[in-house]
């Protein structure tokens, strides 16, 4: 095989390339990084990030959960003054950390194909 970036000639199964920094990753690659960050800003609005990544079911729970969220945010923010709303932030914070966590279903399907040169 060639190196993707400098085009020396690998050993077939090579992991790295001994003339420059390319590695190989199988399981993160800078697409799926991209697409972990592109899932975190789509999760401004919640379940978003997560449809994006292939995950339709889970998106669609946490964007119900966020009308949810909101609605619980509000109630107990009446009932404690405000302090309810920190709910809020606190929800979102926690879709967009788990839909960085989460495997990219899209990104890992098209990487497969991109590996069989
Ligand atoms: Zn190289």
Redo the contacts with the bound molecule.
């Keep these: 095989m060639e190196?993707p970036?400098?085009?020396?000639i690998l050993p077939k199964d090579a992991d790295a390339?001994d003339?420059?920094d390319?590695v190989r990753t199988d399981t993160e690659t800078a697409e799926g990084k991209a697409s972990d960050a592109v899932a975190v800003m789509l999760s401004v609005i919640p379940g978003l990030g997560h449809v994006y990544k292939g995950y339709k079911l889970i998106g669609l729970l946490f964007f119900f959960g966020a009308v949810g969220a909101l609605l619980a945010g509000g109630l107990a923010a009446t009932a404690t003054a405000g302090f309810g709303l920190f709910l809020i932030p606190i929800y979102w914070f926690a879709v967009m950390f788990h839909v960085y966590g989460i495997e990219d279903r899209v990104a890992s399907t098209v990487q497969d194909e991109g590996e069989e040169y």
């Design positions: 190196c970036l400098c085009g020396h390339c003339q420059c390319w």
